[in-house]
């Protein structure tokens, strides 16, 4: 199996899973969670890990967190193995506990930490373990809105809460009111699997931390991302300036390219796309007619390469 991309910096963001083996329990009792988060307080102590929400699952685990170090594998080394010895040798067990490595998501902090530390608190109640997140003993969650007392060192809530000026009210009903309502996942507008983030920010992360890295057969995310990483307004600015188009086929080769090279969301090719009202299954349509069209119209297939080249710089 490949290895899985990591990019690492000072002050680097993520939003970090690992599951259990088979999706079977890693946690069988309540001395599993306590020793658990004592490993996350010594990763704080050693590694300077600093966690700014966390939910531990039944058969899986959450941290929102940044390394101001940027040493997240140190970290993630260290709590994984430390738990499976520990919860090997209680169970008398052998083998692996979790689930091949642990999933790393680089964040936009600053546009993501919100909705970021809502999903994870909100998972024990998607999961049916609780009414409402707050009953949820295994959370940091009642950390941000019932009391301080207590919280852990390596638990942060400043950071999440200084978009609420503070307000545990404001946080509150952020969160809770998504009990009631469906809420989209902040995965939207995933990239390349790993970088969680707007095309600037991908863009930063690659012209940053990617120029020296080879694109080789173990880095498959890399190539998806150096593939990917192409700003939305450069691909309507170059379908814009094409001569000979008519609008309706300006449109669709937006779409095409949009969803083909951005990452973005249907809705937001949508609205890149077109400034007509262009619902979602349109966009999913215009992609797939495209693509069948390229085969069978040689046309089609010479103006999708000529802007295909524009695009990548080819």
């Not at 300077?48 to 040493?71: D, G, K, R, S, W």
């Not at 790993?194 to 057969?217: M, P, Q, T, W």
């Not at 090279?261 to 949508?270: E, F, H, N, Q, R």
């Not at 400034?275 to 069209?293: F, G, N, P, T």
Request: overall charge positive; some cysteine; aromatic content about 10%.
């Amino acid at each position: 199996m490949a290895r899985p991309l990591r990019i690492e910096y000072p002050g680097a963001f993520y939003h970090v899973t690992s599951r259990g083996n088979e999706r079977k329990a890693i946690f069988s009792q309540d001395k599993d969670r306590e020793n658990f988060l004592g490993y996350l307080n010594e990763a704080h102590r050693r590694f300077n890990l600093v966690i700014h929400a966390y939910c531990l699952m039944p058969n899986h685990y959450h941290l929102v967190c940044e390394t101001p170090l940027a040493n997240l594998s140190r970290c993630m080394q260290f709590i994984n193995s430390s738990y499976t010895a520990y919860y090997n040798a209680r169970c008398k067990r052998t083998g692996h506990l979790l689930q091949g490595r642990y999933k790393a998501i680089l964040v936009d902090k600053d546009s993501y930490i919100t909705a970021l530390v809502r999903y994870v608190h909100l998972n024990p109640v998607r999961a049916n373990l609780a009414n409402m997140p707050e009953e949820y003993r295994w959370s940091s969650y009642r950390y941000f809105v019932i009391s301080r007392k207590g919280r852990p060192d390596f638990l942060t809530t400043d950071f999440a809460m200084s978009y609420f000026d503070q307000d545990v009210g404001g946080f509150r009903q952020f969160t809770e009111e998504a009990v009631s309502k469906k809420t989209e996942t902040p995965f939207g507008d995933l990239k390349a699997g790993f970088i969680l983030g707007d095309d600037s920010f991908v863009k930063h992360i690659k012209d940053r931390y990617l120029g020296n890295i080879e694109a080789s057969r173990d880095l498959p995310s890399l190539r998806q991302l150096k593939k990917n990483c192409v700003l939305s307004e450069k691909i309507v600015g170059i379908i814009d300036s094409e001569i000979g188009l008519s609008d309706k086929e300006r449109v669709k080769l937006k779409v095409y390219f949009l969803r083909k090279y951005t990452g973005d969301t249907l809705s937001k090719v949508a609205q890149a796309a077109s400034h007509r009202r262009l619902s979602i299954s349109a966009v999913s349509q215009i992609v797939s007619r495209l693509v069948k069209e390229r085969k069978e119209n040689s046309k089609t297939e010479k103006t999708i390469r000529k802007i295909e080249g524009k695009i990548l710089n080819v």
